[in-house]
Nanobody
């Protein structure tokens, strides 16, 4: 059974940094399509960053140059390093994974690619 558990959210002031973690069980992040999404109240879920098993990374336009997605295969953990945070980054952040390994990742920022989701971790950025 695939399970994703996020951690690392919190409250920071604008300009600050946070690192989100997503620990996977039931499959390996090194062979999977993985992504981070966020959803603010009253808004649609937005793709933030994605990484495929071959290493290709994709970022949403609003976070390019500020956020970095990475993974630690030994810890089976996905990360999202968030720098220069802005109030508009405030949202619930979700980790997502495609459970079938070594398959095409296609559009990494499309929620339809993924079939496993974490419970979310809240990020709040104050001005």
């Amino acid at each position: 059974q695939v399970q994703l558990v996020e951690s690392g959210g919190g409250s920071v002031q604008a300009g600050g940094s946070l690192r989100l973690s997503c620990t996977a069980s039931g499959y390996s992040v090194s062979s999977a399509c993985m992504g981070w999404f966020r959803q603010a109240p009253g808004k649609e879920r937005e793709g933030v960053a994605g990484i495929e098993w071959a290493g290709r990374r994709t970022y949403g336009d609003s976070v390019k140059g500020r956020f970095t997605i990475s993974r630690d295969n030994a810890k089976n953990t996905l990360y999202l390093q968030m720098n220069s945070l802005k109030p508009e980054d405030t949202a619930m952040y979700y980790c997502a994974g495609k459970s079938r390994p070594w398959t095409s990742c296609g559009m990494l920022l499309s929620s339809g690619l993924y079939d496993a989701w974490g419970q979310g971790t809240q990020v709040t950025v104050s001005s």
